[in-house]
């Protein structure tokens, strides 16, 4: 259950400054053709986060992906299931770790049906700057132009991008507990699936679905960060049972449906660097969270890869070890950038490792350290006690009812656990 403490934050809209494009990326793009990514929120725009995920640098830890290789004449279909209603859609694609400018030819969105397949008639042609094709500069991010698409909260949508000329090694997701699409050639168009006939487990370029009318009026989104435990790393494919999407479906439920933005990387860390699992929290924070329009709260539940990753069992090699006073230094950090935007913070304390790969003597006296803080401080504006709703009795153990089999990633029946613990009026 979440505890309330003596510190609110005031609640402002989140703003993006425009940034302006080099001249050479601008000069690359036109000589390419068609539109130029532009690379803004805009400030009083009605534009409101539906679904969202923090893009990664190519990579593949665990086994081959489409990142490293990149897409020549393919159409890349992808499924996300959108938080919150609206009348009118957009889509947010990243190039934020391109070397090259990306030619995005064209782009489609469409609802849902089976598999890879659409439903028939509702297929929309995106355009962006009114051309149907555009330039993202590299380290870029560029917005469709909007259109008519109504949707509702916890409905599905499908996003298909046509790469004719060659990407170069792509910006993507690596955890997304859905499946992609890839045909080769040009079938952005297709209601049926079958010329789909490669499939991955992450989300290639696709960083955002944003929608306006309806519900997006309402500036009261919630942004979930941290690592592979609020990226849904053990739940099911293609099940919609991260914990923020149990959360999610809580709000729809009560009559309440809210924006509920997840921005977890799995083997993300607050304080250090890592080769596959992203930039340390205490910078993406700026770029993956103060960025998304509308948002009110965001829910931290990060530290455990901080704690584990000096360990032998760290994928891609032991990171620095962090003590728990960095670590608690860390979270504070991201308290004063949230604050600074008027944003309110609820801290999630960190979920158990005993019988883990992580575990340890000294692992886990600084989980247990760090969970005390974020319990008495006073710091956070809020608390949820992730830890309690995964190991009532406080053993340090989770319930094998919520173990997904490593003794650190929830199962869905945990997930759904750690979402019911967050009070929904606190939020």
Sequence with gaps: MTTKTT?????????????????????????????????????????????????????????????????????????????????????????RYGTTPLRITGATV????????????????????????????????????GVPFAVKALESVTVTLYLAAPTGPATFHTFSSATSYRAAGDHRSDRDGTAFTETSDSWYYLSGVEVSGGAAARRDGIVTFGDSITDGVGSGLNANNRYPDELAERL?????????????IGGNQVVNDTTWAGEKGIERFKKDVLTEPGVRTVIVLEGINDIGGSGPAFPGGPTAEVSAERLIEGHRELIRQAHAKGIKV?????????????????????????????????????????????????????????????????SDAGYRAMAEALDLDEL
């Design 7 to 95: 510190r609110t934050a005031s609640t402002t809209t989140v703003r993006r400054t425009t940034v302006a494009l080099a001249t050479a990326a601008v000069l690359t793009a036109l000589q390419l053709g068609g539109a130029v990514a532009s690379e803004q929120r805009h400030e009083s725009g009605p534009w409101r986060g539906a679904w969202a995920t923090s893009p990664q640098s190519p990579t593949a830890p665990f086994g081959p992906n489409w990142s490293e290789q990149g897409f020549s004449n393919h159409t890349v279909r992808q499924v996300v299931r959108v938080t919150t209603s609206g009348t009118k859609a957009r889509i947010e694609l990243s190039n």
């Design 346 to 410: 609820v801290g999630a304390t960190l979920t158990p490792i005993k019988g883990s790969f992580y575990e340890s003597e000294t692992n886990e006296a600084k989980r247990l350290a760090v969970n005390e803080w974020i319990r008495t401080s006073g710091e956070y504006d809020e608390v949820v006690d992730f830890d309690r709703a995964l190991d009532p009795k406080g053993e340090g153990v989770m319930l094998p009812a919520y173990d997904s089999g490593d003794h650190l990633h929830p």
């Design 252 to 264: 729809a439920a009560a009559g309440k449906p809210r924006s509920v933005l997840n921005h977890g």
């Design 110 to 145: 469409a609802r849902t049906d089976k598999g890879a397949s659409v439903k028939a008639g509702s297929v929309r042609q995106l355009s962006f700057g009114k051309g149907r094709s555009v330039t993202i500069p590299a380290g870029g991010t560029t917005y469709s132009d």
